[in-house]
């Protein structure tokens, strides 16, 4: 057999593969949750235009070009022009990537710390009192009061942005945690691996654990919507990203005063960043109807 037959052979199955789930598994999958698969199928759309920015914006985002400022939407610039004369859609495009590397980092890092601190105050007794007042403390600070205040103290950047969001978030995913914590450590099987001497880590990690994954896979997805949202807000009043980092926060907050007579300058980035929260939003409440198997059974 040669090497090309060989190669054909090794593809064949992949093919078949991508076949089946196209025609058969995808529709099936649309029809049981159509808005978690719009919603997955935007994302997508969404990190596409995130990776290959540099491939599909038209000039430099950063290009200031003053003979070409506040040129309406047409055939030369897609999205207009704003006040330097910088291209819209270029600016949008890369602005993408901002949302989602601050939203998914906030997911990830929020619903990793949230977790190790849920487990450990939910399991043991005496922790639980201290930290979850301190929690609570927090909690009662709206996260976006809490987020500015964070940024007041440092300088302004992508890194210092999540930090400041993720430290806003914490606290609800250790809440979520905990108290699943409390009703899973009353289990049999939890009772019996305690009494027969099981390291606490071991009976964290084999028994806890695994019955947390599908709440926090849900509450992560909000998580990340609301981390999008956060981090605009942040940036259109001046304490998020730098202005020298295109994201759909600050070319809004950079066109305020030009809404009336360049109304295009805010409305397609609120557009990209309206439906990209809304396809997080549709994918969370997928993800909670396929995996909670009360709504799976009724549907």
Not at 53 to 67: E, H, N, S
Request: hydrophobic share 55%; charged share 15%; net charge positive.
């Amino acid at each position: 057999m040669n090497s090309s037959s060989a190669i054909s052979t090794a593809s064949a199955p992949l093919n078949s593969k991508l076949s089946t789930f196209f025609r058969v598994k995808l529709p099936a999958l649309y029809r049981r949750y159509p808005f978690a698969v719009i919603g997955a199928g935007v994302l997508i759309f969404m990190s596409f235009i995130a990776i290959f920015a540099p491939l599909l914006g038209t000039v430099d985002p950063q290009a200031v070009t003053p003979l070409n400022r506040l040129k309406p939407p047409g055939w030369e610039w897609w999205f207009g022009t704003d006040a330097l004369g910088r291209d819209v859609y270029s600016r949008v495009v890369y602005g993408a990537r901002v949302s989602l590397i601050v939203g998914i980092s906030v997911a990830i890092l929020s619903t990793v710390v949230g977790l190790s601190i849920g487990l450990i105050t939910g399991f043991v007794r005496w922790l639980d009192a201290i930290v979850m007042r301190i929690m609570d403390g927090l909690m009662s600070i709206p996260s976006i009061l809490l987020a500015i205040a964070l940024m007041a103290l440092t300088k302004a950047s992508i890194e210092n942005v999540i930090i400041a969001i993720t430290l806003a978030e914490v606290p609800r995913v250790v809440r979520l945690v905990r108290s699943l914590v409390l009703s899973l450590r009353e289990q049999p099987y939890v009772e019996a691996a305690a009494a027969s001497g099981t390291p606490l880590i071991k009976t964290l990690i084999r028994h806890i654990l695994p019955n947390t994954v599908a709440p926090l896979l849900v509450q992560a997805t909000y998580i990340c919507a609301s981390a999008m949202i956060t981090e605009a807000i942040l940036s259109f009043i001046g304490a998020g990203t730098p202005p020298n980092i295109p994201s759909w926060g600050n070319i809004m907050a950079e066109s305020r005063s030009l809404f009336q007579i360049a109304g295009y300058l805010i409305l397609f980035p609120s557009i990209f960043l309206s439906v990209t929260v809304l396809a997080v939003n549709y994918l969370g409440d997928g993800l909670r109807d396929a995996l909670d198997p009360r709504l799976s059974r009724r549907m």
